[in-house]
T-cell receptor, first 116, second 113 residues
Framework: DTAVSQTPKYLVTQMGNDKSIKCEQNLGHDTMYWYKQDSKKFLKIMFSYNNKELIINETVPNRFSPKSPDKAHLNLHINSLELGDSAVYFC???????????????FGEGSWLTVV | DAKTTQPNSMESNEEEPVHLPCNHSTISGTDYIHWYRQLPSQGPEYVIHGLTSNVNNRMASLAIAEDRKSSTLILHRATLRDAAVYYCILRRHRTGTASKLTFGTGTRLQVTL
């Protein structure tokens, strides 16, 4: 069973379109994340949700809107796509528990977005 | 999060041990040292983490300097499947709160026959 699964794996779309990437985790974690890896391979956090509440919101354009219908899902909606949005988007999850000291983060396999 | 410094790339022969260094001279007392790796076309994968003492798990060992200003990830016998980018990351942990992973450029490990 895939622990953190993302769909679609590949997405090619035109500038100006609106698209969504879905993410689900079956690990029972209470926290989920979206990371972006650009063409230079830098991985940066975009958002984090804990029990459906936004807790980390890095400097990301308003065109990006995460939505968490429940703690097992965190979807990423992108409006008015631009060429610079082309990247690999990784969903991830972890468990924040009292006394945990590692908060290992588990990543999905990524969604390759290409904007043309 | 405090910064880490790693070599851009390293090479190893298969079946030989690999020592991947990481410097983190500005580490604070509550920073855990985490290592993740990213295989080609995959998401990052947890390898190991530690605070002060050396750590071992089925994937690797983590040796932490006494002053905690550096650490070394040890792969005891490198295989071709270990070819990846290895990231050394400091995470300031506060119980009950999320802490993000701040990735640097990592070390690209090449493993050859």
């Amino acid at each position: 069973d895939t622990a953190v699964s993302q769909t679609p794996k590949y997405l090619v779309t035109q500038m100006g379109n609106d698209k969504s990437i879905k993410c689900e985790q079956n690990l029972g974690h209470d926290t989920m994340y979206w990371y972006k890896q650009d063409s230079k391979k830098f991985l940066k956090i975009m958002f984090s949700y804990n029990n459906k509440e936004l807790i980390i919101n890095e400097t990301v354009p308003n065109r990006f809107s995460p939505k968490s219908p429940d703690k097992a899902h965190l979807n990423l909606h992108i409006n008015s796509l631009e060429l610079g949005d082309s990247a690999v988007y990784f969903c991830a999850s972890s468990q924040i528990t009292q006394g945990s000291h590692g908060n290992t983060i588990y990543f999905g396999e990524g969604s390759w977005l290409t904007v043309v | 999060d405090a910064k880490t410094t790693q070599p851009n790339s390293m090479e190893s022969n298969e079946e030989e041990p690999v020592h991947l260094p990481c410097n983190h001279s500005t580490i604070s007392g509550t920073d855990y040292i985490h290592w993740y790796r990213q295989l080609p076309s995959q998401g990052p994968e947890y390898v190991i983490h530690g605070l002060t003492s050396n750590v071992n798990n089925r994937m690797a060992s983590l040796a932490i300097a006494e002053d905690r200003k550096s650490s070394t990830l040890i792969l005891h016998r490198a295989t071709l499947r270990d070819a990846a980018v290895y990231y050394c990351i400091l995470r300031r942990h506060r119980t009950g709160t999320a802490s993000k992973l701040t990735f640097g450029t990592g070390t690209r490990l090449q493993v050859t026959l």
